[in-house]
């Protein structure tokens, strides 16, 4: 099965709940958590088919981009989709790159360490590329998820909508679940992520919160920090 996740009828799936994801202001709603400032350099790990980075360059257009995924075929479709927008798009695993040392302000992910095989290796790498001072968000589904709770979140999102909206919504994101955990997903609890933050070279320089996205009670935000005067 992880093939799969690296084919083009992969990176096609993704797209399209890419682009419904940024249509409900998902993207913008994570943007909005980032420390986002003028100028600097941003990765965006597991970028899949780029709309993150399209709505942050929205927000922040001097911002030097970068994006990576795992996936040659989602790194394809991102170059469409970004198409006029300057940004650096490469395939690669977080757990080594090619990136200098002490290289990014700020490191963000959504919904793609969850596949991560080693993560605390990824940390570390990321710890690696970030600047003193630099850091990095990710945001991930948990997982203790409340499965009755999140549809009947997704009902109220949605009540304003046609009950096949409802529906697909609902069914979309149990399949996303279900089929995740058939191509690698493992989710987390705070706990468990405190404890891999810790043992990597950040240390208990983080922060691991529950957080809700869209209304939907199953995400947490994991803040790692690289100290000021910190070295590589």
């Known amino acids: 099965m992880p093939g799969f996740s690296r084919s083009?009828?992969?990176?096609r799936l993704q797209d399209a709940v890419?682009?419904?994801r940024k249509e409900v202001g998902l993207y913008k709603e994570i943007a909005e958590q980032l420390p986002l400032s003028d100028t600097g350099?941003?990765?965006d790990v597991g970028?899949?088919?780029?709309?993150q980075l399209e709505v942050i360059h929205g927000m922040r257009p001097k911002l030097e981009l970068f994006g990576l995924d795992i996936s040659g075929a989602a790194i394809r479709v991102a170059h469409r989709n970004l198409a006029g927008i300057e940004v650096d798009l490469r395939e690669g695993s977080i757990e080594r790159t090619f990136y200098d040392d002490d290289f990014f302000d700020i490191v963000t992910c959504n919904a793609s360490m969850s596949y991560w095989k080693s993560p605390i290796s990824c940390f570390d790498?990321?710890?690696r590329i970030l600047k003193p001072g630099g850091s990095a968000i990710l945001f991930e589904p948990q997982k203790d998820i409340d499965?009755?709770?999140?549809?009947?979140?997704i009902r109220t999102n949605l009540a304003d909508k046609s009950r096949l909206r409802r529906f697909a919504a609902i069914n979309l994101n149990k399949f996303g679940l279900r089929w995740g955990r058939k191509l690698g997903l493992k989710l987390y609890s705070t706990d468990e992520l405190e404890e891999l933050a810790n043992r990597s070279?950040?240390?208990d320089n983080n922060l691991i919160e529950s957080v809700t996205l869209q209304n939907l009670p199953i995400f947490m935000r994991i803040t790692l920090i690289?100290?000021?005067?910190?070295g590589f």
């Open 226 to 230: 690289k100290p000021a005067g910190a």
């Open 8 to 11: 083009r009828i992969a990176a």
């Open 47 to 51: 970028t899949g088919s780029g709309l």
């Open 125 to 127: 790498e990321i710890y």
């Open 147 to 153: 499965m009755d709770a999140l549809v009947e979140t």
């Open 18 to 20: 890419s682009k419904r």
């Open 41 to 43: 350099r941003l990765l």
């Open 201 to 203: 070279r950040f240390g």
